[in-house]
């Protein structure tokens, strides 16, 4: 099956700094999203982008489908934006979101 | 619109018990899937329901079943709980499309003793 890898594992960063997080999938795919786990448990969607780039306030992903890989990226981190952050994909004929391991950020004040 | 739901949040059990959980998708969203996530095995599919039929599983034993209703509400049956079925249960909905994005419940956080 498809392998979707993720980097790094862990990151700690201080208030206001910048970070990029990385997704590597071993397959073509036909939907790739972005999550934020939240403290409670919910996955909380940040993007959907099977390719291109997009942008919200401060986050921005880009997808290149041909080299199989996914960047997020965080400007401006806040304390708030701590959490596990997973990147997901669809692939084949399948339905099923096959999940990375996530990155687990830790922003400090 | 209304996000996924799901009831209940938290759920204490033994092992042997049967446990039933349920999920109503967002309104107009006719697939409803089921995640498992623990901390061993991360997040893994479990079954996906579209139009009260079983669209796609995962590489789970029989004990976990489910089904879907004519309201696209969906429960999802563990019978036999073992201690290793211990996790949070996430739901996710999302459009007819099998590529369309899909969007997470809160979850119910299942602890078998």
């Known amino acids: 099956g498809i392998q979707v890898e993720q980097s790094p594992p862990d990151l700690i960063l201080q208030e206001g700094a910048n970070s990029t997080l990385r997704c590597n999938f071993s397959?073509?795919?036909?939907?790739l999203q972005w999550f934020h786990q939240n403290p409670w448990g919910q996955l909380i969607n940040l993007f959907y982008i099977p390719s291109g780039t997009k942008q919200n306030g401060r986050l921005s992903a880009t997808t290149v489908a041909t080299e199989r890989y996914s960047l997020l990226y965080i400007s401006s981190s806040q304390t708030t934006d701590s959490g596990v952050y997973f990147c997901a994909v669809v692939y084949q004929a399948g339905t099923a979101l096959i999940f990375g391991k996530g990155t687990t950020l830790s922003v400090s004040s | 619109k209304a996000g996924v739901t799901q009831t209940p949040r938290y759920l204490i059990k033994t092992r042997g018990q049967q446990v039933t959980l349920s999920c109503s998708p967002i309104?107009?969203?006719?697939?409803v899937s089921w995640y498992q996530q623990t901390p061993g095995q991360g997040l893994q599919f479990l079954f996906e329901y579209f139009s009260e039929t079983q669209r796609n599983k995962g590489n789970f034993p029989g004990r976990f079943s489910g089904r879907q209703f004519s309201n696209s509400r969906s429960e999802m049956n563990v019978s036999t709980l073992e201690l290793g079925d211990s996790a949070l249960y996430l739901c996710a909905s999302k459009e007819v499309s099998s590529y369309n994005e899909q969007f997470f419940g809160p979850g119910t956080r299942l602890t078998v003793l």
């Open positions: 309104s107009g969203h006719r697939s």
């Open positions: 397959d073509s795919v036909n939907n």
